[in-house]
């Protein structure tokens, strides 16, 4: 373990299928475990050890009361892994999760062996600047549904 990022004590829901390697999963901002991995999660579990932690709000884990941070989730990440018996493990990020992936390696270099990226973003397209700003004034209003009256 890295002495400068410590690992916290993980408090995500997480899924955990297979035998093998490990395989750490970061999973995009909406989609969830199954959301995102759902139609290859088998195909996974074959060979690998797929260990699936849900971010706040997504599967069981409860929806933050903080802002999260990339640093905390990444950690938050690899903490699923370790207290399940696993020092090192390549990680599969979706999305949000190629970034929460790349940081994972960047702050626990020890422990991550492989990266696979998929649809990452390097920065916010319209559509995707679009949706993050009703996320964030749902989030704001205390629900994900658009009030009555608006055009969304």
Known sequence: MSAEH??????????????GPAL???HGAGGGIQGNFGLVLDDLARDHTVIGPHYPGSGATPVATDPI????????VVAAA????????????ESLGAA?????????????TALVLTAGFAVADPALAMA???IK???R??????SRGSAA
């Not at 941070?69 to 938050?76: E, I, N, V």
């Not at 018996?85 to 990020?93: D, K, Q, R, T, Y």
């Not at 209003?141 to 658009?146: D, H, K, N, T, Y």
């Open 132 to 134: 993050t700003q009703f």
């Open 100 to 112: 929460v992936a790349v940081r994972a390696a960047t702050r626990h270099p020890e422990r991550v």
């Open 69 to 76: 941070r990339l640093d905390d989730l990444a950690d938050r």
């Open 137 to 139: 004034a749902s989030g």
């Open 82 to 93: 370790v207290t399940r018996g696993h020092e090192s493990f390549a990680v599969l990020g």
């Open 24 to 26: 750490l999963l970061a």
């Open 6 to 19: 410590a690992t916290p004590r993980p408090d995500f829901d997480v899924i955990v299928r297979g035998e």
């Open 141 to 146: 209003r205390g629900s994900g549904a658009p």
